[in-house]
């Protein structure tokens, strides 16, 4: 099942589930609330779809680089668009010290893709492009509309829940304050597995980016190994307050810096000659091998943005010709 369909699936269910909810509200409420929730929900997408990539750009610290500035960072972006088959997307350079990348905005023609000053410092050119070849892919895939529609049901979702608490707690009986608090507590329950299935959406299509890469000419392990690097460089990062100021949008970067340190003790079973790196070799290597990842770790990833980074290293060693 292509990339596509499971999102579009993924946002078909999630819209049924909150179609379901505001039309149990609504038939307890009355129309007009449920309209209401409709409306703002509505307003909510499309306030995301026109303000979010300056909100991502202004947490980001982004920099909108020249060709003259940046002529290599330049040249990957283009020739990778090319292969791709889209317009040339806006290249920029984060000011933030955490090493990592990403891409954002409205559309195809609207893209833009970043990397940060830490990542430009840890990666090599090969690697870099294999990086930059993942973020060119999300732009492709258009992946970035998805997650805008998906990330605002859960928070709508929110929205009706503390309504239907308010409702119950000062309601009293004659206006159904019982009956409000437990939709409240039902629509509480709803956002939680809303929320997970969102993130469960983002996993997806990092998997899907990692393989976009690969499509677009970049060799498996070049960016097996900056996966790899990224972790450990996230692991030696230190700037806690920084790592706090892209909490909310760090869905966006090529792995989740904040789970760095949870991640090194599983990739120590790919690493065999302790050089920092993966190599064809290694990588081809971990293909007949059953990578081991504990019960916590299998429990935390179903709330978190990314896969794990074994986990994806694996999928690479698939796609080795």
């Known amino acids: 099942m292509g990339l596509n369909t499971r999102m579009f699936l993924l946002v078909a269910l999630l819209f049924a589930i909150l179609y379901g909810v ?8 009355g129309a007009g609330s449920a309209l209401t929730y409709l409306i703002l929900a509505f307003v909510f997408l499309g306030i995301q779809y026109l303000i979010g990539p300056a909100i991502v750009s202004r947490t980001m610290k982004v920099k909108w680089v020249s060709q003259k500035e940046a002529p290599e960072l330049h040249r990957m972006v283009a020739e990778l668009a090319e292969r791709a088959h889209l317009p040339k997307p806006k290249v920029g350079i984060s000011q933030l010290a955490i090493p990592n990348a990403f891409a954002f905005g409205k559309s195809q023609g609207d893209g833009r893709v970043c990397v940060t000053q830490g990542i430009l410092n840890l990666l090599n050119k090969d690697e870099l492009k294999a990086v930059l070849g993942h973020e060119l892919s999300h732009v492709k895939h258009r992946d970035m509309v998805f997650m805008t529609l998906l990330s605002a049901i859960p928070l709508v979702m929110y929205w009706i829940a503390l309504g239907m608490m308010f409702r119950g707690a000062f309601g009293g009986r004659r206006q159904g304050g019982g009956y409000a608090a437990l939709i409240g507590l039902g629509a509480f329950i709803l956002y939680f597995i809303t929320n997970l299935l969102v993130l469960y959406g983002s996993r997806i299509r990092e998997y899907y980016a990692d393989q976009g890469s690969v499509e677009l000419g970049n060799e498996p392990h070049r960016l097996a190994s900056a996966l790899y690097k990224l ?57 007949g091998k059953t990578i081991r990842l504990g019960t916590t770790d299998k429990m935390m990833e179903l709330f978190t943005s990314h896969p794990n980074t074994l986990k994806r290293i694996k999928h690479l060693s698939s796609l080795v010709a």
């Open 22 to 29: 505001i039309t149990g509200v609504g038939t307890w409420m």
């Open 231 to 287: 972790v450990y460089g996230n692991a030696r990062f230190k700037g806690k307050e920084e790592l706090k100021q892209v909490e909310g949008v760090k869905a966006f970067f090529v792995n989740d810096p904040t789970r760095a340190w949870y991640e090194i003790r599983e990739l120590a079973q790919i690493d065999r000659n302790m050089d920092g790196t993966i190599d064809s070799n290694e990588l081809m290597e971990l293909r």
